[in-house]
Structures are given as structure tokens and as C-alpha cells.
């Protein structure tokens, strides 16, 4: 008589790999140091006619938030390389993020505002998702393009010229700030209304 052997369990893919995992959680302790230090930066040496409550500002100081911010800055863009360099060569991007189409951004925009968007199935991005994290990776890559022009204006003229000017790049800088800091209230909005999206982010599933 054979003894039968029960048939081995296939593994389940994570959601999200170990490696985004881990970039991401990076990149939202690394984002909030820099957008707070740049807070206490344009509180010294304003863009804008108005200041950001200094409880807020990182640093409290023009010296003391350049010193957050440059310390924050090389861990955003080494982490940003690793994110970039593994969405791009695993295939993630095309994977999750395209394609991307008017109508269908606008098909899922009606729906989820009338709540009838489901998230039964979070490996999928719908056409909003889509369009916010390909919006807030070219924020993120128009934050760190200006702010080297605006830390190296000298060194890196052809930069500056590109965008423009300094006080341009600085109005660049400020503005892709804004989109990012946009982003991260609707998705830390969006991680309250659907708590598996955040458990899948720690746990990868």
C-alpha cells in the first residue's frame, strides 16, 4: 500500500517585494526629514511671502535645518537610485503603473468618488493610483534635480540655466515639494480608509 504525501503548497508572491518595502518605509522617514528642514529653510530665506509654523520646521534655523536637510538628502537619493534602478529593470513600473489613460483616470475618478471603487485586489493600481505615484516620481526627481541646482548653482550652472534660473529653480523645488507633500496626505488618507494596503506595506501581504 502507497503511502501518499500531500502535495506541496505554492508559494504565494508578495504584493510588494522585501526591497520596495524597504525603500519605501526609507523614503517616508527620509521625505519628512527633508520637507520639514525645508520648512525651517524658506522660514530663513523665504520663496514664498509666508512661513510654516516653526513647530514644524526641522531644525528651527537657516543652519540647523541645511544640516537635516543634507544629511536627509543623500538618503533620499541613494534610496531613490535603488527604487528607480529595481521598478525599472524588474519590470515593476511597466508592470503596475502603465498604461495610463484619460478615460480610464476619469472612469475611476467618478467611481471612487461615488465610493463604488473597489480594493479588493491590492497588487492592482487603478488608473488614479497610477497617474498619483508616476506624478510624485517625477515630482521626486524634479525635487532633487533643483535642489542640487539651488545647493550648487556655480558648479552646476548648465542645471540652473535648464531650469531656468535660480530663483526659478527654487520656485521648481518648492512647487515639486508641494506635489510630493499633496501625495503623502492622500495616501496616508487613502492607508486609513483600506488598513490591508498598510499591513501589506509592512508585511508584504
Known amino acids: 500500500m502507497t503511502q501518499s504525501h500531500p502535495l506541496p503548497v505554492p508559494a504565494v508572491a508578495p504584493i510588494h517585494p ?3 518595502r524597504i525603500s ?6 527620509a521625505m519628512l ?4 528642514s525645508g520648512w525651517a529653510i524658506h522660514n530663513a530665506y523665504p520663496t514664498l511671502p509666508f512661513p510654516f509654523p516653526s513647530a514644524l520646521a526641522l531644525g528651527g534655523s537657516l543652519i540647523g535645518g541645511l544640516q537635516w536637510h543634507f544629511a536627509a538628502m543623500w538618503l533620499v537619493m541613494a534610496n531613490g537610485v535603488v527604487y528607480l534602478a529595481y521598478g525599472l529593470v524588474s519590470g515593476r513600473f511597466r508592470r503596475k503603473l502603465l498604461p495610463v489613460t484619460p478615460g480610464a483616470v476619469l472612469a475611476d475618478l467618478k467611481a471612487a468618488l461615488a465610493g463604488r471603487l ?10 488614479v493610483q497610477r497617474l498619483l505615484y508616476l506624478g510624485v ?4 526627481v524634479l525635487v532633487v534635480l533643483s535642489g542640487l541646482a539651488i545647493w550648487k548653482p556655480v558648479q552646476l550652472r548648465p542645471l540652473v540655466m535648464l531650469l531656468g534660473d535660480f530663483d526659478m529653480a527654487r520656485l521648481i523645488h518648492f512647487g515639486a515639494m508641494s506635489v510630493i507633500v499633496g ?3 492622500v495616501h496616508v488618507a487613502m492607508a486609513l480608509l483600506v488598513p490591508r494596503s498598510l499591513v501589506a506595506m509592512i508585511r508584504g501581504h
Open 24 to 29: 519605501h518605509w526609507t523614503n517616508a522617514v
Open 18 to 20: 522585501m526591497i520596495v
Open 33 to 36: 526629514m527633508m520637507i520639514s
Open 137 to 140: 516620481i517625477v515630482a521626486g
Open 118 to 127: 473597489g480594493h479588493e485586489d491590492l497588487s492592482h493600481y487603478n488608473a
Open 183 to 185: 501625495f503623502l496626505v
